[in-house]
């Protein structure tokens, strides 16, 4: 089986700063892509951050030149360094992972973590 456990969430006030953590674990042969997501109250779950294998990384327009996502092979470890957090960017952010378990390849997700950002 695999994992994905984020951590890292929080509440901060705007302007702050937050880095998100997810950790695969599991029977995994592979990762390809990694994501963030979120989804705020009332509201449909959206691409935060998203990182190929070969570290090519693209953005949601709302938080370019503020998010930083990267990762770490060696950890199975997906990061998001969250800078000027304004309340709009409040949601449970989920981490995504396409991995390989012997031939297959599936999507994986984790359990969500709480960003809430005060005004």
């Known amino acids: 089986q695999v994992q994905l456990v984020e951590s890292g969430g929080g509440l901060v006030q705007a302007g702050g700063s937050l880095r998100l953590s997810c950790a695969a674990s599991?029977?995994?042969?592979?990762?390809?892509?990694m994501a963030w997501y979120r989804q705020a109250p009332g509201k449909q779950r959206e691409l935060v951050a998203a990182?190929?294998?070969?570290?090519?990384?693209n953005y949601a327009d709302s938080v370019k030149g503020r998010f930083t996502i990267s990762r770490d092979n060696a950890k199975n470890t997906v990061y998001l360094q969250m800078n000027s957090l304004q309340p709009e960017d409040t949601a449970v952010y989920y981490c995504?992972?396409?991995?390989?378990?012997?031939?297959?390849?599936?999507?994986?997700w984790g359990q969500g973590t709480q960003v809430t950002v005060s005004s």
């Open positions: 995504a992972a396409l991995i390989r378990v012997g031939i297959r390849e599936n999507d994986y």
């Open positions: 599991g029977s995994i042969f592979s990762i390809n892509a």
């Open positions: 990182i190929t294998g070969g570290s090519s990384t």
